[in-house]
C-alpha cells in the first residue's frame, strides 16, 4: 500500500519548501536600507560577480582559453536594465555592467575581475567593484557589507 508512505513523503516536501521562500526575505528588506548609491551598487556588483564567475568557469572548462565574448559564453549582453562588456586581459576577465538608462541614478556602472571571486570567498562573500557616479567619479565600493 504505498498510498499512505507517498502521501507522506509529498507533505513532507512541501512543507520543507514552504520554509525556503522566508530564508532570503531579510537580505531583501536589509538591502531596501541601504543608501540609494549602495543599492545601485549592490544591484550592479552582484551581476559583475555571476559573470565574472561564469567567465572563469568557461575558461577552466575550454583549457585555459578565455571566452572572447559573452555570446560565446552564451549570456547576453543586454538585459531590460544593464548593459555588459567583458574584455581579456592576460587571460582574466575584466567585466563592466552599466545600467541603460542613468536617469535618477547616482551610480552609471561597475566594473569587476576575477579577484572579487577569491575576496568574497575570503570574506565571507563580501567583495569590492570599482563603480562610476552620475559625476564621472570613480570609487571602489564594498559589497555584502
Known amino acids: 500500500m504505498p498510498g499512505p508512505a507517498a502521501g507522506a513523503v509529498l507533505a513532507l516536501i512541501l512543507l520543507s519548501a514552504c520554509g525556503a521562500k522566508d530564508t532570503a526575505r ?23 560577480f ?3 564567475d561564469r567567465a572563469i568557469d568557461y575558461r577552466g ?6 571566452a572572447a565574448s559573452f555570446r560565446q559564453m552564451g549570456v547576453d549582453s543586454l538585459t531590460p536594465s544593464t548593459a555588459r562588456s567583458m574584455m581579456n ?18 551610480i552609471t556602472s561597475c566594473r569587476g575581475d576575477g579577484q572579487i571571486l577569491e575576496e ?15 559625476s564621472g567619479a570613480q570609487r571602489p565600493m564594498r559589497i555584502g557589507d
Open 26 to 48: 531579510p537580505a531583501e528588506t536589509e538591502t531596501r536600507r541601504l543608501p540609494k548609491d549602495r543599492r545601485e551598487a549592490e544591484a550592479l556588483g552582484r551581476e559583475i
Open 50 to 52: 555571476e559573470l565574472v
Open 61 to 66: 572548462s575550454h583549457q585555459g582559453r578565455p
Open 89 to 106: 586581459l592576460a587571460r582574466e576577465p575584466v567585466v563592466t555592467v552599466t545600467f541603460r538608462s542613468t536617469d535618477g541614478r547616482e
Open 120 to 134: 568574497s570567498a575570503l570574506n565571507g562573500g563580501k567583495f569590492s567593484v570599482m563603480c562610476t557616479a552620475r
